[in-house]
């Protein structure tokens, strides 16, 4: 069963940068999209950020500007750079691939925290 595992969270103060990754166990093929949300206590998961398979990205409006997507189809991975971060930021951050078959795959989460 191939799983994603993601990476690069922690502690940063309001103003910080962070970069998670997340990285595939095994091989996936005929990946769709990449995407990252995030999730906090008592909140639905939400939508941060998703790259295309075509290289197309969108972002929440919470982050854009600060926040940049970029993936490897061939290598099964996805990167967030997380820049000006604030404490709203604050959540468990989980990375998600799609197939073109519909196929949905996610990641654990990391948790990001912005505090002084």
């Known amino acids: 069963q191939v799983q994603l595992v993601e990476s690069g969270g922690g502690l940063v103060q309001p103003g910080g940068s962070l970069k998670l990754s997340c990285a595939a166990s095994?091989?996936?093929?005929?990946?769709?999209?990449m995407a990252w949300y995030r999730q906090t206590p008592g909140k639905q998961r939400e939508f941060v950020a998703i790259?295309?398979?075509?290289?197309?990205?969108e972002y929440a409006d919470s982050v854009k500007g600060r926040f940049t997507i970029s993936g490897d189809n061939a290598k099964n991975t996805v990167c967030l750079q997380m820049n000006s971060l604030k404490p709203e930021d604050t959540a468990v951050y989980y990375c998600?691939?799609?197939?073109?078959?519909?196929?949905?795959?996610w990641g654990q989460g990391t948790q990001v925290t912005v505090s002084s």
């Open positions: 790259i295309t398979s075509s290289d197309h990205t």
């Open positions: 998600n691939f799609h197939t073109w078959g519909g196929r949905p795959y």
């Open positions: 095994g091989s996936i093929s005929s990946i769709s999209t």
